[in-house]
Structures are given as structure tokens and as C-alpha cells.
């Protein structure tokens, strides 16, 4: 066919094909190797029948059933479906419904023994019924035969989480710690990010309280008045502000002088960011709260109290006005009928 | 299926481009420029069908490597959740088979984790909004079909746990999904505060005045509110409001249920009240102990009671007798508060009861409003307002079921709060710099003072005096000179505002 | 040439045309079903369009097996104890052999459960092969079609493969002797080997009376954006993740485990069921195989099943509208299932719960106890009906085999 010129031209034509072949058949290989997914590309069967799925699609165009053959999973492509259908309706939506806000977080302990639980628990769920979404709400209980918690739970129509426990407590503060604390190891477990704020059952909302704690950066503190049935006195918990800032603290009947040193700020008096909880790079510290320590109310706490330059009063004109109550009702008593 | 043929076309092309090379190869056929770039096509094609190759081949030999070894490795290992939808307590390692048949791949598959953060908060409200209208769908497939307006009675005055109170009430209102009036009474005429409490609720309200003032005994109370209530109903009467009343005390506590349950009533409804008392004494909250015998006793409950075929047989009434002596006798008393026989709250009446005009269907057994409630009269209940009771509809399953709560909690008479609740912090207090930052003295609200004293404690020592701390602080003085030791209604300080 | 061009764009434009038509008619056909029912389908009456005949096997091959262990009674495959009893007293059940047109075996496949309470099929192509020896060696049916016109309930993972590792079952295909058969079967993918042409995918067992208990009014309010409770990652049986579940339950949690709309956790509360009937989706992924019970308890719960399983075919596909009460997201779509989710219309999502309230879906999706018109054992015997009358090809001539009796692995053949 040809001269040996030639020939010996195309032996190392060949030659440096071949290589170049092998090389690529390497790598190929190699990457054969990698676990992914994706390999599914190469073994794909011919493409499944659409029809006995489209027959009950609602809103399938035509022409896309034609693209859909093309498609590599030969199956309905959803967004393309989902996002066809959105563009009709967004016209009718009213835009500012969908102004985001931030996730509020509300972490509510109950006492099994507590006589006005379900009752508070209507009271509380009916305020919180009222605070714009995104909200939810962590109920924590102990475990009971009654199904009563929930059952008021799912009649409020609030999203919310229903945790439970079983250990058993004779302390009702290490109880409720512990049920905060089992809220906010969820909060963490499922990195979910919002202001986390401790609402007991015996505490009365002002509505803007909800619209004035998503502006919490990190952490948030207000004053709270708690008042008691037949008492004469209104006591005052929480900061004293210069604007925002955050310059000193209202104190509480503190007679008891260990307890003074503990802790100035009422659990309920405080929110925080609960990326604080799972995020420790963001804020700045370096070990996460698992790995600090197992109570993460504690850490929460204290670094309330800490993080002062990160702290502001809300609201952030001073601080002064009063949003939350505590009210303080003694158990009835009542009076054996013998 | 697919390798096949592109290993067929790989064979094809290469003996096309044998043939093909050997053509331009040929000095007297086309020039040099054309035959690289198609080589150079040529070239990377088949680079490309021996990749795929490899890739190919990669594969068979992974599967040829591993799968021996995958035969059950781990037998029996039982699952230790309850939601394994198949119960597959083995698997195999590492196998990567494209099943001949199937699209589907048998086998390790990636987890595919998107990179952008997330959720994105536009779709959260659009979660939100799709949930509000599922919720709202709800309501018109299974609620009420033709809802009647509810008109809700709610006497009120000024006072430390009025707040409180009738926010408790004002959400509740806020929540029903009907048509609602609003008829507050405010004892002692009309005031800013409430008026600025109730007006947020953004709800249809009536704020009407009543000229006398709340007196400190409970059972003057009692009747004061009844007549205020009265003064509510004529209300209706005048403006001929249509719907269903329903009082809704500051002291009481809703199940969203009752609205629903109330539409039920055609002329007077009755539903079960469930009583709260607690002892009045605030200092006994702090000790837990003796909370359980509390837990035995049943709560007590007021309202209908039925027989076996639903029929109203009776009341369900308060039984203050073991309180007997121990009641508390006016606001502030350390005693247990103790409800009437039947609250007001229990009852629900259609308006044209109401009315003047008799329109055809009001029944016979109603008395005029205008014969009832005079000042010497004690309205008890609404019951006073027919001539027969037995015509009461009980409501709730028969009264089985409690939908709201009645639980009167006030702090002392004299107690104060700030106005409005927002603190004028007093800054003539000051902490000596030598004090230690937590002081043990509690602060308190004195008395005779109507802003709360409070300590602060500096942070930043020496912190700047601004002028405007002084000026707060001689208003303060102003406030103390002009508030009154011992008013009921105090810290509406009408001097400042 | 060129006409024959033409002639072909003709068609496929008549193609298209006749697609949309498809389509259109898809779409009205709900509208009417909302006010009725799911279809003229599911409420058809079985009685009178088909004969079955039950052959009566010696108790080993069934009632034996049950006494054996009566967890068989509870578990997810407990319908093809429930199929016989409920077929025994049938007016379908013919006495007549001559006269039937389906020959029914009632064997416990599944039934035979290790200390855990497993179903592990080892024994049950040995099993399978000698009640199929047993009839075909004392009726003539049998040999006259080979099976042709018999079904068979065999409900486990991979169906008539019997086995519980998908690679093998995929080696072993359908067990020889049941390949002319008609097989009832919980598996359903699509174009699997295991899934024969013309099988009926039925619904997995879920205790009726015990859902039944934890109905919840249907106004209580539903608050949950999506619900999921199970596994993401089988850790004992697939530590690195990826295969259990295609690596789509894993998918899942990675990506929504922060997102507050999605309730999901492997925490099995005692409200499952309650938490269900609030909740607005309902995550259906596939586990080791591609179906689960959620589906069923997604339809009784009137909340909307999203179905995560690449070419699932679903139970009574041809009677239940499935397209059109779930939503259906590709396994390499699951990152994006809060977008996908988000942006169905507020219109469709309330279209598909009216479907779903219906009660004749819900009822097709349950073996009650004792049977009632429209549940699964009607949709079954439906299914069965829909076949009739048997194509002529079924039938053999005198001396022909088709099947190859000694087929299949060795151990397959031992004697049970």
C-alpha cells in the first residue's frame, strides 16, 4: 500500500495513538474506582415508558413529555413541573407575605404536677397561635399515660415539637434544666437555626415581644416583671439600658446570698442566637458546647452574662418597657371537706 | 446495551479511519491542514471511547474483585429500629451491579448533600403560607358551615394584673376565626390604658365607661361586674347587634374549642366553667412539698349537669362550703378566692334576646332587659333573665366537657405597677461606687411610690451623667409628690401623662 | 423520500396532539372523581366476574406454619395469611374445579420467621416447589397451563425470588416453577427481575384496627410542613451510607435535619399516627426496598405521601390514582425537595388531600378484618377479574412442557 517511509511514518502514528489510548483507558479506569453516584450514567437501560405515569399527571404539558425521553432518568423531572405551575400563581401572591423573617424558637418545660399546666398551656398556645411564622415551639414533658399535653398541643395548629423524657426528678429546678437542656441538645442535634427563648408556662406575652426578639444578634436580654397573686409588690428582673446597650441589671429578691452570686438573669428574661449552640466558630469561641460540658442551660448562662459586648437590651430604646410577665399563683388549697 | 454499541462504533470508526488514513496519506490527494485536524478528531474520539473503556472495565474488574467476598458478611444482625420498612437484616459490601434490567442501580450509591445553605428562608414562608391555607381549607371543609357572629362581654378595670388579664382574653378573642365584637366595661369610667390595651388587639371593639368605681370587697365586686355586664347587654340591645354573647371574663381562660361550641346555641347555652383556686398566698409557691394532695383532689367544675339521655337535670354548682370562713373577703386577702355559684362566663345567649323589638321569634320566656338589674337587684347569673331555666341548652357534650377556666388572680389593691408598663428608671438611686455590685437588699416597689426602684449596677464605673438622666430623675420627684398613698387604681400617673 | 419525511413529521405531530389529548382527558377525569370516588375501579364488585378455586393443601404448607409463630399475623406481609381466609369463605370461592378461573395455593411463604421475628425465605422455594408437586401431581390443572391461570401471594422484599439480599435475588430471578404464574406480590419496581409482567402489586399488611384507634378528627389543624420517622442510615447493616436506601434516606437528613418545616427524626413517638393526620407531607423514601408501610399510612392518614423510590410501582396502580394524591421526587432530586415541595401550587396540594380524604382509597389500601367491599382483598380479586378471560396461548397442548422442573440452584430442589 505504501513505502516503507511511510509505513514506518505510521508505526509511530499508531504508536503515539496507542499510548495516548491507553492513557485514557487508565484513566478511565481510575475513575471507575471513585464511589460515587453518578456511575449510574453508563449503565443506564433504555429509558422507562412514561405513559402509565402521565396518565394521572395533572398539569403536564405536552412538550415536556417530549423532553422527559431526553432526559437522563427518563423519569418526570419535578422542579420543571413544580416551578411551570408556581409562575401562574406567584401573580396572585401577595409578595409581602413572603418577606423572611427570622425563625423564633420557643422552648417550653412543663411539670407533670403542675396544676395549671393544661390550662397555661391553652393560655400560652393561644398568644403563640398569634406570633407570625416562622415559628416553633418545644414543648418538653415527661412520659405519662395521659396523652393530654398533646392532645392540646394538636389542637392549636402551632408547629411544633413534642419532646419527651423519662427520667424522674424530685427537684423541680434540676427537672426543668433538664428539659431545657433536652430542648436545646434538639435545637443542636438539628443545627436549627433561630432565637431560642425560655417561655415558661406561667409567663403572659405581649405580642411585639415576638416582632422585637428576632432582632437578636446573638444574645438578647429585656426586663420581665414578675408579679404574685395578693402581693403588693411588681419586681422588676433584668437590664438596665442606655439604649441597647446593656449597662446594668435590675435585681431580684435576692435574700438568699448563695444564690445572689449565681445568676442575675431570669431563664426566662434572655434569648440567644442558637447557632451559639452548634456554631461555635461563627461567635468566636473555639469548643462547642458538647464539648464543654453536657448542660448546655448552664453554658448558655453564663455566657449570657459574658458576652456582654454581644448582648442588647430589647427593645433596643432602652430597654424599658415591659413585655413579659411571670405571674406567680400559689397551688389551691383545697380544704379537706371532712 | 449502550457499551455494545459504542464499542461497535469505536470498531467502525477505527476501521473507517484505517481506510480513511490511508487515502490522504497519498501524496496526490488533499493537503497536509485538513488531514491533522481530522486526525486530531479523530484522535481525541477514540481517547475518549477507550476512556469510557477503562471506565468500563474499572468497573467489571471491581465487581469481579469484591463481589466474592461480599457474601453475607454480617449475619443476622438485627436492625434495632422498629421502622426498618423491609426486614432485611443483611447486606452486601461494596457491590456495585448494574442490574441488566433494571434502570436502577443495585448498590452504593452517593449521598447527595447540596452545597448552598439552607432552608432558604423565602421558602419557609412559602411553607407557611401553604400550611395557613391547608389549616384554613380545614375549617371550611369541617367547621362551622354558616358561622354567626360572637359578640364577647368583658368587664375590666385598671389595675396591676389587668394587663396581664386581658391580654390573656385579647388573644384568645384575637384567635376566633368568626366575626367579633368586643364589648369592654371598664369600671370607673373610660381609660387610656385600656383603651390603648384593647385597641391593639385590632379587633371590633366597644370601650364603654361605667361611672362607678371597682369596690375592694369580692362580693361587692361580684355584683358591680354583674351590673356592669348588664350595661354590655344594653349595649347590644341599642346597637341591635346580631350574633351570639358570650362573657368573656378578664379572669377566665379559653379553649379555642368553646367558639366553635358556642355557635351551636340557639337562644341560652350553658358549658361547664372549670374552677382554679389557689390559696392566695404568694410566699407558699416557693415550697413544693405539699403540692401532692393538691394533685388528688379533683377540680371543681360549674355548669349543666345531664342525665343518661342528655337531658338538663341541673347545676353542677361551686361548693364554697368547705371554704366556709376561709374565702377571701376582698382583694388582697391572703385566701383563696372563691367563685359564685355559677359565673357569668358559663352562659352564652343569642342577642335577639336581647333586643327590644320582639321580632317574631323571640321566645316568651325572656324577660325585658329593662325590668331586670336594677341597682339595688344582684344579677347572680343570666339565669335571672328568664323566666324559666329549663329552657338553658347545655353545651360541651352536655357540660362533659370543660372548655374554659376561671382562675381570679389580683395582686393587693394597693399594689403598683408603672404605667403602661414601661420603666422610668429612677436614677436619684445610684449605687455608691463602694457597694458591691449585688447589693442583698431587695429592690422593691415602695409603696408609696409609683415607679419601681431599681439598683444598677455599673459595669463601667464613673459612666457619664448625661443631663438626660437628670432630667428623668426630677420627673420621677414630680411623680412621687403627686401620686396618692392608697388608691386601688394607682400607677396611671395622670401627672405625667 | 421526501414523502416519506413528511409523512413522518406527520405522525409525530398526530403523536402529539394525541398526547395532549391524553393529558386533557387525565386532567378532567379527577375533577369528577373528587365528588365520587377514586374511580369506577375500586368500587367494582368482584362477585360474579371471577371463580376461584382453593386448593386444599395439607396443613404443613400453611396453618402449621402459622401456629408455628403467630407473630406471622402482625407483621408486613401478613396478607397472604389473611388472602386465604378471607378467600375460604369468598362467594368467589368456587367448590367446582372445572368451573374455576383461577386456582388458588395457599402457602405461608413468608411466614417462617427467625428468633427476631424475621421473615428470611430460605425454605420457601423448597417449600414453593413441593405444594406446586403436590397439585400438579393430584389435579390436572396445573399441568394443563402450567400455573398459567394459578396466582400465588408472595409478598416478601423481592417477591418470588426469595431472597433477602437484592443482588441475590436479582441471581436467583423468579423461582422457575412460577414463572407462567400470576403473582401477588408487595415488591413492586419497575423492570426489575423480580417483578414479572402482570403481577399485582398489593399493598404491604398495616393493622387496621390499630390506626383505626389513633383517628384523629379530620379539623384538628394539620401543622407539620413534612413528617418522616425512621431510619436514614442503617448503620449495623450498611455503616458508610449509600447503599441502605439508595443513600436517599441519608440524603434526606443532611440536607433537612436544620430546616424547621421538616419534622423528621428516627425517634418513633407514641403519636406517630396522630403526628401523621397533621402533618401536610409525608415522607415515603424507599429502605432497603423500594416500598414501605408509610405508604399505606400516608393514605389512611390523609396526608400526602412523598414518594422517594426511583421506578416504584405501587400497589393497585391501575385503580389508584397515584399520580394525583402524592407527589413523586426523583432519588438525585432529594436536595432539592424543600424547593420542589414548596412550590406545588396551594390549589394542587388541597386537590390531592380531597382525593386522599376519600374513603374508597383508603379502604383499597387495608385487609380489615372481616373483609369489607373495596378493600385490598377485592382489589386483589379486582386485579385478578381484569385478566379474565384467559388469552388461549395459556393453555398447552397434550404433552407440552414449558417449564423446566430442574431449573434453578441446587438447593432449590432438595425435598422440603
Known amino acids: 500500500m505504501g513505502t516503507a517511509e511511510r509505513s514506518k511514518k505510521k508505526v509511530l502514528l499508531y504508536k503515539k495513538a496507542i499510548v495516548h489510548f491507553l492513557l485514557c483507558f487508565v484513566m478511565g479506569f481510575f475513575t471507575g474506582f471513585a464511589p460515587t453516584g453518578k456511575s449510574s450514567i453508563f449503565s443506564t437501560s433504555p429509558p422507562v415508558l412514561l405513559s402509565n405515569r402521565s396518565a394521572f399527571s395533572p398539569a403536564q404539558p405536552g412538550e415536556l413529555l417530549l423532553e422527559e425521553r431526553t432526559e437522563e432518568s427518563g423519569k418526570f423531572n419535578r422542579k420543571l413541573d413544580e416551578s411551570e405551575g408556581e409562575n401562574s400563581s406567584k401573580e396572585e401572591e401577595k409578595e409581602e407575605d413572603l418577606i423572611p423573617r427570622r425563625l423564633i424558637i420557643l422552648v417550653t418545660p412543663t411539670r407533670m404536677n403542675d396544676r395549671l399546666r393544661e390550662v397555661n398551656l391553652r393560655r400560652l398556645s393561644n398568644t403563640l397561635r398569634l406570633v407570625p411564622p416562622p415559628f416553633l415551639w418545644v414543648v418538653v414533658e415527661q412520659k405519662s399515660d395521659s396523652s393530654e399535653v398533646s392532645e392540646i398541643l394538636r389542637k392549636t395548629g402551632i408547629m411544633y415539637r413534642h419532646l419527651v423524657f423519662r427520667e424522674n426528678f424530685t427537684d423541680p429546678e434540676v427537672e426543668m434544666d433538664h428539659q431545657r437542656n433536652l430542648a436545646l441538645n434538639h435545637i443542636e442535634h438539628h443545627r436549627l437555626s433561630g432565637i431560642v427563648h425560655f417561655a415558661g408556662l406561667s409567663n403572659v406575652y405581649d405580642l411585639q415581644f415576638f416582632d422585637e426578639i428576632r432582632a437578636i444578634e446573638v444574645f438578647g436580654t429585656w426586663p420581665m416583671a414578675i408579679v404574685s397573686a395578693n402581693g403588693k409588690k411588681v419586681i422588676i428582673e433584668g437590664p438596665v439600658c442606655d439604649s441597647s446597650e446593656v449597662v446594668g441589671w435590675h435585681l431580684r429578691k435576692m435574700n438568699n446570698l448563695t444564690e445572689t452570686k449565681s445568676s442575675p438573669v431570669h431563664i426566662s428574661s434572655f434569648a440567644f442566637n442558637s447557632s451559639v449552640l452548634w456554631d461555635p466558630e461563627r461567635w468566636g469561641r473555639l469548643s462547642s458546647v458538647q464539648g464543654t460540658t453536657q448542660n448546655t442551660i448552664k453554658f448558655v448562662k453564663k455566657e449570657v452574662l459574658e458576652e456582654e459586648t454581644k448582648l442588647i437590651g430589647i427593645p433596643p430604646e432602652g430597654c424599658s418597657k415591659i413585655m413579659l410577665w411571670n405571674v406567680q399563683i400559689a397551688p389551691g388549697t383545697t380544704p379537706n371537706s371532712t | ?497 | 423520500m421526501k414523502d416519506w419525511r413528511w409523512a413522518f413529521l406527520g405522525l409525530v405531530c398526530f403523536g402529539l396532539v394525541l398526547r395532549i389529548g391524553a393529558v386533557e382527558r387525565g386532567r378532567g377525569q379527577p375533577t369528577e372523581r373528587i365528588s365520587g370516588s377514586a374511580g369506577d375501579v375500586l368500587e367494582d364488585d368482584p362477585v360474579g366476574r371471577l371463580k376461584v378455586f382453593v386448593y386444599e393443601l395439607p396443613s404443613k404448607y400453611n396453618k402449621k406454619i402459622l401456629q408455628k409463630d403467630p407473630r406471622c399475623l402482625t407483621h408486613m406481609f401478613a396478607a397472604e395469611i389473611f388472602m386465604h381466609r378471607f378467600l375460604l369463605s369468598s362467594p368467589v370461592r368456587t367448590l367446582n374445579p372445572a368451573e374455576a378461573d383461577w386456582f388458588y395455593t395457599p402457602v405461608y411463604s413468608t411466614c417462617d420467621l427467625t428468633p427476631n421475628g424475621l421473615p428470611l425465605p430460605f425454605k420457601s422455594p423448597r417449600m414453593m416447589r413441593s405444594a406446586i408437586q403436590l397439585i400438579s401431581s393430584n389435579w390436572p390443572y396445573w399441568n394443563r397451563t402450567e400455573g398459567a391461570d394459578h396466582f400465588f401471594i408472595v409478598p416478601h422484599d423481592f417477591g418470588a425470588c426469595f431472597h433477602y439480599l437484592e443482588e441475590k435475588a436479582i441471581e436467583r430471578r423468579i423461582l422457575t416453577l412460577l414463572q407462567r404464574a400470576t403473582l401477588v406480590q408487595t415488591f413492586g419496581q419497575k423492570n426489575h427481575v423480580c417483578l414479572k409482567d402482570g403481577s399485582i402489586t398489593i399493598p404491604p399488611y398495616a393493622p387496621p384496627q390499630k390506626m383505626e384507634a389513633h383517628l384523629i378528627p379530620p379539623h384538628i389543624p394539620r401543622s407539620i410542613f413534612v413528617y418522616f420517622r425512621g431510619l436514614f442510615y442503617d448503620v449495623g447493616n450498611d455503616p458508610e451510607g449509600g447503599y441502605y436506601a439508595r443513600g436517599a434516606r441519608a440524603a434526606v437528613w443532611e440536607n433537612f435535619k436544620d430546616n424547621p418545616l421538616f419534622d423528621i427524626s428516627t425517634e418513633h413517638p407514641t403519636t406517630y399516627y396522630e403526628d401523621m393526620q397533621r402533618a401536610i407531607f409525608c415522607l415515603c423514601p424507599l429502605g432497603w426496598a423500594p416500598w414501605s408501610p408509610r405508604l399505606v399510612e400516608a393514605v389512611i392518614f390523609g396526608c400526602i405521601p412523598v414518594i422517594i423510590a426511583d421506578d416504584i410501582v405501587l400497589p393497585f396502580a391501575d385503580a389508584i390514582p397515584w399520580e394525583d394524591i402524592g407527589v413523586f421526587v426523583d432519588e438525585k432530586d432529594v436536595p432539592n425537595l424543600d424547593t420542589i415541595l414548596t412550590s406545588i401550587p396551594p390549589e394542587v396540594i388541597l386537590r390531592k388531600q380531597r382525593l386522599l380524604a376519600n374513603p374508597s382509597m383508603k379502604q383499597a389500601m387495608l385487609f380489615p378484618q372481616p373483609a369489607q367491599s373495596g378493600d385490598a382483598f377485592h382489589q386483589i380479586l379486582n386485579g385478578l377479574a381484569r385478566k379474565l378471560p384467559h388469552d388461549k396461548s395459556v393453555y398447552l397442548k397434550a404433552g407440552e412442557k414449558v417449564l423446566n422442573w430442574t431449573a434453578g440452584p441446587v438447593a432449590d430442589l432438595k425435598p422440603w
Open chain 2, 1 to 497: 446495551m449502550k457499551l455494545s454499541a459504542l464499542h461497535q462504533s469505536y470498531l467502525s470508526r477505527r476501521a473507517n479511519s484505517f481506510r480513511a488514513s490511508s487515502s490522504p496519506l497519498d501524496p496526490s490527494s488533499l493537503d497536509g491542514g485538513l488531514k491533522s485536524i481530522f486526525w486530531l478528531v479523530l484522535h481525541g474520539l477514540c481517547c475518549l471511547v477507550s476512556l469510557l473503556l477503562g471506565f468500563r472495565f474499572s468497573r467489571v474488574v471491581f465487581f469481579l474483585l469484591f463481589s466474592p467476598s461480599s457474601t453475607p458478611p454480617t449475619a443476622l444482625l438485627h436492625s434495632t429500629s422498629p421502622f426498618r420498612p423491609a426486614s432485611l437484616p443483611v447486606q452486601s459490601l461494596n457491590t456495585t451491579v448494574a442490574t441488566p434490567s433494571s434502570r436502577v442501580v443495585v448498590g452504593r450509591h452517593g449521598i447527595l448533600i447540596r452545597p448552598w445553605p439552607h432552608p432558604d428562608p423565602v421558602e419557609v414562608m412559602k411553607a407557611h403560607r401553604i400550611i395557613d391555607r391547608v389549616q384554613r381549607e380545614q375549617r371550611v371543609q369541617y367547621g362551622v358551615k354558616t358561622p354567626r357572629p360572637v359578640i364577647a362581654v368583658t368587664p375590666t378595670y385598671v389595675r396591676t394584673f389587668q394587663t396581664l388579664h386581658l391580654t390573656g382574653v385579647m388573644h384568645s378573642l384575637m384567635n376566633v376565626p368568626y366575626d367579633l365584637t368586643w364589648i369592654v366595661v371598664e369600671a370607673g369610667g373610660t381609660t387610656n390604658e385600656t383603651a390603648w390595651l384593647v385597641a391593639r388587639s385590632g379587633l371590633r371593639v366597644v370601650h364603654v365607661g361605667f361611672e362607678e368605681e371597682m369596690p375592694v370587697s369580692w362580693d361587692d365586686r361580684h355584683r358591680l361586674e354583674a351590673r356592669m355586664r348588664l350595661r354590655a347587654l344594653r349595649v347590644v340591645r341599642e346597637l341591635k347587634l346580631e350574633g351570639i354573647v358570650m362573657f368573656a371574663d378578664d379572669s377566665n381562660m379559653h379553649s379555642m374549642e368553646l367558639f366553635d361550641e358556642i355557635q351551636k346555641v340557639k337562644w341560652v347555652g350553658a358549658v361547664s366553667v372549670g374552677i382554679l383556686v389557689h390559696s392566695g398566698d404568694p410566699e407558699e409557691e416557693s415550697s413544693v412539698a405539699q403540692k401532692d394532695d393538691v394533685e388528688n383532689s379533683p377540680m371543681p367544675v360549674q355548669g349543666p349537669s345531664c342525665n343518661s339521655s342528655d337531658q338538663l337535670v341541673g347545676w353542677h354548682t361551686f361548693n364554697s362550703l368547705p371554704y366556709e370562713g376561709k374565702g377571701a373577703k376582698s382583694v388582697g386577702d391572703v385566701a383563696t378566692v372563691l367563685p359564685r355559684k355559677l359565673e357569668w362566663a358559663g352562659f352564652v345567649l343569642n342577642s335577639r334576646l336581647l333586643w327590644k323589638e320582639n321580632e317574631g321569634d323571640k321566645p316568651e320566656w325572656v324577660k325585658d332587659l329593662d325590668t331586670v338589674g336594677g341597682d339595688a337587684e344582684d344579677i347572680e347569673t343570666p339565669l335571672s333573665l328568664l323566666k324559666d331555666p329549663s329552657v338553658v341548652e347545655p353545651l360541651g357534650s352536655c357540660g362533659r366537657k370543660i372548655l374554659l377556666w376561671w382562675l381570679r388572680v389580683e395582686a393587693r389593691a394597693d399594689s403598683k405597677f408603672p404605667a403602661r408598663w414601661i420603666i422610668d428608671t429612677p436614677m436619684e438611686v445610684t449605687v455608691p461606687s463602694k457597694r458591691t455590685p449585688w447589693p442583698d437588699a431587695p429592690p422593691e416597689l415602695p409603696s408609696n411610690e409609683t415607679t419601681i426602684t431599681t439598683e444598677e449596677n455599673r459595669e463601667k464605673p464613673g459612666t457619664k451623667t448625661r443631663p438626660r438622666k437628670s432630667k428623668r430623675s426630677s420627673r420621677s420627684k414630680k411623680k412621687r409628690e403627686s401620686s396618692v398613698v392608697d388608691t386601688q387604681v394607682s400607677a396611671r400617673n395622670s401627672g405625667e401623662q
